[in-house]
C-alpha cells in the first residue's frame, strides 16, 4: 500500500469536514443559532424590527425563555456530579477509592462546576453540549494534569452516519475552529514554521441569520479578525482535529520473570544450606554400607573385589543423589521466586519481543486480540499537516451531552419548542400597547386649513390644552382606535400557562410568590411534579452522558498518572478548619525488597481495575427543610440520635456543637458508669455486712460448739476414769473372792 503523505493527509481532513458540513448540519446550526438567540433576547429579526418600526409599533419582547431556561440549568447543575469507582478485586478497592479523589482533583483544577453549568447551557440553549478530557501537558511543572474542557457545539462536526446518542458507533468526531495566526502559534509553539507557512483563508463559515449591527450580545461567529501584539490585524486560519476510531491487533501476553542476581545469590546460598545437611545423611549412608559390605566379606558372603565394586556404585549413586537433589531444590526455589507478568502489548511490540531467543522461551502465552484506538490527526488551513499520534483510549474524549435526541448528531434545543409562543406573546403585548398608544394619543381628522397644523401636532396630546380652529369650518374630529379585542388578554395569560406547559417548569418553581401553594407540603409537591420532566432527561440523558465521561477520564488518567504523585486535594465543609479540609492521596508507591530493587507498587493506580458509574440524582438540588423534617422524624422515632440530626442541619459551627455533645454523651456514660459502679459498690458492701454478720454468728457457734465439745470431752474423759477405777475395784474383788473360796476349799480337805 503507497504511503499517505502529510499534504494528503490534511487534504482528507478538510474533505471530512465539507462532508460533515452539509445541508442538514447547516440547516441544524441555524435553527440551533435562533434558539440561542431567542435565549439571549434576540427574537426579533432586522426585518421584523424594520417593519414593526415602519408601522409605528413597538420592538420590545417579554423573555419568557431566559428564566424558564435558567431555572432548568439550576435544577440539574446544583450540585457537582460524582462518581463511584468500584473494584474489580478485593486489591483494587483501596485503589477504586483513590480514583473518585483523583476525579474530584482533576475537577477542582478544571473549574467543573462552572463548565458543567455552561455545557447544560449548550445542551439547553443550542440543543447540544460537549467535554473534552484532555490531558495539559504544561500543568504541574510539565508533568502533566488530566482537565476537563468545554467545546463549542458549533466548533463540533459528527459522522452524518452515527446513530448512538453518545456518537460511540461515530467513525469521526472533528473539531474545527477560526483561529487567528497568533492564537494557533500560542497554541501550538513547537509547530510555529508550520503555522506561518499556511496561506490566508476565506473559508470563514457562518449561518447565523442576526443582524451583528443591530444585535444585542456579540457573540464567537460575529468576530472574525484578530489582532496580534503588534496591534495588526490578523487573517483567520481553519484549524482542524481529527479523532477518529480504529481498531488495532493487541497482545495479551504473559511473561514468566526470573529473579535478579543478587536474588538468585542468595538462593544458590540457602540451596547449598539444605545440600549440605542432604550430603551428611549420603555420606553416613555410605559409612553404613562400607561397613555392611566388610562384614559380609569377612564373613565369607561376598568376595573383596565385589565388594569394592559395590561401595564404588554406591558412591557414584550418591553423587548423582546429591546433584539431583540440588537441581531439584533449586528448580523450585526459581519457580517460586518466578512471576508470571501480564502485560499488553501491541501486535509489532510483541513481534519485536518473539524475535528474541532470550526472551522468547519466557513467553507463557500470548493472546491476540482487536480494540479500539483513537486516531488524533492535526491540520491547519488546505493542507498543512501538523501532528497524528494514537490515543491510549478506546473512546472518543468528546462527551455529548444532547437535550432532545432526534436518532441523529442534530439534537434540538429546549428552546425551539417555545418559539412560536414566544412569538405570540411578543405580538399580543406589542399590539396591546400599540392600541393603548393611539388611544392616548389621538388622530383628528379636519377640513385642510381649518386649523394651524404645527400647533395642533405640538399639543394636540398635552393635558388641558386649548386648541383653536378657524370659524366657518368644520371643527376636528377625534379618530378613535377599535376597541382592542379581550382575545388579545386571553393570549397573553394563555400564553404564559403554555410556555410553562410545554417546558414543564411553573411559576412556583421560578419563584413567583402569588403562584406558591399555600402549604409546605404543596410546595413540596410541587417541586416534585415540576421537576419530573427534567428529572427524566436527567434519567435517561445526562447521568449516561456523566458516566461515559467519567470511564473517558478513567482510562486517560490511568494512562496518563503512572508514576508516583501526591495529590493534595480541597474537600470544604462547614465548620472544618482549612487543616481538616485537606486531605492527601498518594499512589503508585514504590515497593522496595531487602537489596533496595522496586519489585512492585502499592496502588499501583495504573494496573488497577475497577468500573465507574455516576451517583443518580447528585446533581439535582436537594430540599434541605424536607430533608431535616424527614430527620425530625427519624429523631423522634428514635431511629437517629440528636448528634445525628445536628449533624445534617445548617447551624453555624455544627461541628463544635457535635463535639460537645458527643464530650457531654461521654462525660454523661462515665457519670452512669460511675453511679452504676457506686450501686454495684453499695450492694457489695450490704453483702459483706450481712456475710460479717453471718460470719459473727458461725464463730459464736463454733465456740459454742467447742465449748460443748470440750465439756463433752471432759464428761467422757471422767466417765472413761471412773469406768477404770470400777473395773480395777471389780478385778481386786474377783481375786479375793478367788482367794477365800480357795481357802474354803482347802480347809474343807
Avoid at 565394586?309 to 543423589?321: H, N, R, V
Avoid at 512471576?339 to 501491541?346: A, C, L
Avoid at 452504676?676 to 455486712?689: A, M, W
Amino acid at each position: 500500500m503507497a504511503r499517505i503523505t502529510n499534504k494528503k493527509r490534511a487534504q482528507v481532513n478538510k474533505q471530512l469536514w465539507e462532508r460533515a458540513n452539509n445541508s442538514h448540519r447547516q440547516r441544524w446550526q441555524t435553527l440551533s443559532q435562533k434558539g440561542f438567540d431567542f435565549y439571549l433576547n434576540e427574537q426579533l429579526s432586522k426585518r421584523e424590527v424594520d417593519s414593526l418600526e415602519e408601522a409605528g409599533m413597538p420592538t420590545f419582547t417579554i423573555n419568557r425563555v431566559t428564566p424558564i431556561v435558567e431555572i432548568m440549568k439550576y435544577f440539574v447543575t446544583a450540585n457537582n456530579p460524582r462518581w463511584k469507582a468500584v473494584g474489580a478485586t478485593g486489591d483494587d478497592v483501596d485503589t477504586a477509592q483513590v480514583h473518585s479523589d483523583i476525579a474530584d482533583y482533576c475537577w477542582y483544577l478544571s473549574n467543573g462546576k462552572s463548565l458543567y453549568s455552561q455545557i447544560v447551557l449548550d445542551s439547553l440553549t443550542k440543543g447540544i453540549g460537549y467535554f473534552l478530557v484532555d490531558v495539559d501537558k504544561d500543568a504541574d511543572r510539565g508533568m502533566g494534569e488530566v482537565n476537563f474542557s468545554r467545546i463549542d457545539p458549533y466548533d463540533v462536526y459528527v459522522d452524518p452516519a452515527s446513530r448512538d446518542f453518545l456518537f460511540r458507533d461515530a467513525t469521526f468526531i472533528m473539531i474545527r475552529k477560526n483561529l487567528s495566526r497568533s492564537s494557533l502559534i500560542n497554541m501550538l509553539p513547537e509547530h510555529e514554521a508550520k503555522i506561518r507557512r499556511v496561506a490566508k483563508s476565506t473559508d470563514v463559515v457562518s449561518y447565523s441569520q442576526r443582524d451583528t449591527e443591530e444585535s444585542y450580545s456579540i457573540q464567537p461567529e460575529d468576530i472574525t479578525m484578530g489582532v496580534n501584539l503588534d496591534a495588526e490585524d490578523e487573517d483567520v486560519i481553519p484549524y482542524y482535529e481529527t479523532y477518529a476510531k480504529k481498531k488495532f491487533a493487541y497482545r495479551n501476553v504473559f511473561i514468566r520473570v526470573t529473579p535478579p542476581p543478587a536474588e538468585l545469590a542468595v538462593i544458590k546460598e540457602q540451596v547449598e544450606e539444605k545440600i549440605s545437611d542432604f550430603q551428611k545423611e549420603i555420606e553416613v549412608g555410605l559409612k553404613e554400607k562400607e561397613l555392611q559390605l566388610q562384614q559380609a566379606v569377612e564373613a565369607g558372603e561376598m568376595i573383596p573385589d565385589r565388594a569394592q565394586l559395590e561401595m564404588e556404585k554406591a558412591q557414584k549413586m550418591a553423587a548423582q543423589a546429591v546433584e539431583e537433589q540440588r537441581m531439584q531444590l533449586m528448580s523450585e526455589a526459581q519457580d517460586a521466586a518466578t512471576i508470571i507478568k501480564q502485560q499488553v502489548m501491541s501486535e509489532s511490540d510483541f513481534q519485536i519481543l518473539s524475535n528474541s531467543d532470550e526472551a522468547k522461551k519466557n513467553i507463557v502465552d500470548a493472546i491476540k486480540f482487536y480494540e479500539n484506538r483513537i486516531v488524533l490527526t492535526c491540520t491547519v488551513g488546505d493542507d498543512v499537516f501538523l501532528y497524528e499520534y494514537t490515543l491510549p483510549i478506546s473512546e472518543y474524549p468528546i462527551i455529548p451531552v444532547p437535550y432532545m435526541y432526534t436518532g441523529t448528531p442534530y439534537a434540538m434545543s429546549a428552546v425551539i419548542p417555545l418559539i412560536g409562543k414566544q412569538q405570540e406573546i411578543n405580538k399580543a403585548h406589542q399590539i396591546m400597547l400599540h392600541n393603548a398608544n393611539l388611544a392616548s394619543n389621538l388622530r383628528w381628522m379636519y377640513e385642510e386649513g381649518s386649523v394651524p397644523e404645527e400647533e395642533w401636532e405640538q399639543y394636540s396630546s398635552s393635558p388641558g390644552a386649548l386648541l383653536k380652529y378657524r370659524q366657518g369650518f368644520t371643527p376636528p374630529t377625534p379618530v378613535l382606535p377599535a376597541p382592542i379585542n379581550n382575545a388579545f388578554y386571553t393570549i397573553t395569560q394563555e400564553g404564559k400557562a403554555d410556555a410553562e406547559y410545554i417546558s414543564g417548569v411553573p411559576s412556583a418553581m421560578m419563584g413567583f410568590t402569588q403562584e406558591q401553594p399555600e402549604t409546605y407540603r404543596g410546595l413540596l409537591a410541587n417541586d416534585e411534579f415540576g421537576t419530573r420532566r427534567l428529572k427524566a432527561w436527567m434519567g435517561s440523558i445526562v447521568e449516561p452522558c456523566l458516566e461515559h465521561l467519567g470511564k473517558c477520564f478513567q482510562m486517560i488518567a490511568q494512562n496518563h498518572y503512572s508514576i508516583e504523585k501526591v495529590f493534595r486535594i480541597v474537600q470544604p465543609e462547614a465548620g472544618q478548619s482549612p487543616q481538616e479540609q485537606e486531605k492527601e492521596v498518594r499512589v503508585n508507591i514504590p515497593i522496595y525488597n531487602d537489596y533496595g530493587a522496586a519489585i512492585g507498587k502499592y496502588k499501583d493506580y495504573a494496573s488497577a481495575r475497577f468500573d465507574v458509574r455516576v451517583i443518580a440524582g447528585a446533581t439535582m438540588p436537594v430540599n434541605r427543610w424536607a430533608l431535616l423534617e424527614e430527620y425530625f422524624k427519624w429523631f423522634q422515632a428514635g431511629l437517629i440520635d440528636d448528634i445525628a440530626m445536628i449533624a445534617e442541619t445548617d447551624i453555624r459551627n455544627k461541628k463544635g456543637i457535635v463535639e460537645r455533645k458527643s464530650m457531654y454523651a461521654q462525660m454523661q456514660s462515665q457519670i452512669s458508669s460511675m453511679e452504676e459502679s457506686i450501686k454495684d459498690s453499695e450492694g457489695t458492701i450490704e453483702t459483706l455486712e450481712r456475710q460479717l454478720v453471718q460470719a459473727g454468728i458461725k464463730m459464736k457457734v463454733g465456740e459454742a460448739g467447742n465449748e460443748i465439745r470440750k465439756d463433752v470431752l471432759e464428761t467422757e474423759a471422767q466417765q472413761k476414769l471412773l469406768r477404770g477405777m470400777l473395773k480395777s475395784e471389780f478385778d481386786k474383788m474377783k481375786v479375793e473372792m478367788k482367794a477365800n473360796l480357795s481357802n474354803e476349799q482347802n480347809k474343807k480337805e
